[in-house]
């Protein structure tokens, strides 16, 4: 069963969703969607590594809250209610030094005044290389 407000979620309803944004700037593209999840990758390059070469734990922290973010805007009703993050954590678990992260967003609890995301990403190998937890509130828009 679909989580969705629109039922039928697409990676084509998403990709507009980024423009003039962190998201677009660092290379952010939505790769898939599902019943209950996203996905999207980012490219471990110049813009998303720190100075030892490696992916930047921020960048990774972009990519989670970004897709956390989406997800809970795609839960709700947009004409009642707009989501905001509250807060993340993130484990880093591994290094990567090219090619691209995945993260994928899974609900944990989607409540009537917050939603609590699983973040999981990985790098091309398909190893673990980051966990993070996203804390989105859900606010009612004013007439």
Not at 6 to 31: A, C, D, F, N, R
Request: proline share 3%; net charge neutral; aromatic share 8%.
């Amino acid at each position: 069963m679909s989580i969705w407000f629109h039922k039928e979620l697409s990676v084509e309803q998403l990709q507009p969703l980024g423009k003039g944004t962190m998201g677009e700037y660092l290379g952010i593209e939505w790769t898939e969607t599902g019943d209950n999840f996203v996905k999207a990758r980012m490219p471990v390059d110049h813009r998303t590594k720190q100075p030892y070469g490696l992916l930047h734990g921020g960048a990774s922290c972009v990519l989670a809250e970004t897709i956390g973010s989406v997800a809970s805007a795609m839960v709700v009703d947009h004409t009642k209610f707009y989501c905001v993050g509250l807060e993340i954590n993130a484990n880093h678990i591994r290094g990567v030094r090219e090619g691209f992260v995945t993260g994928i967003a899974t609900p944990l609890h989607l409540g009537a005044t917050t939603h609590v995301w699983d973040i999981k990403i990985y790098d091309d190998r398909e190893k673990l290389v980051c966990v993070s937890r996203l804390t989105v509130a859900i606010l009612a828009r004013k007439g």
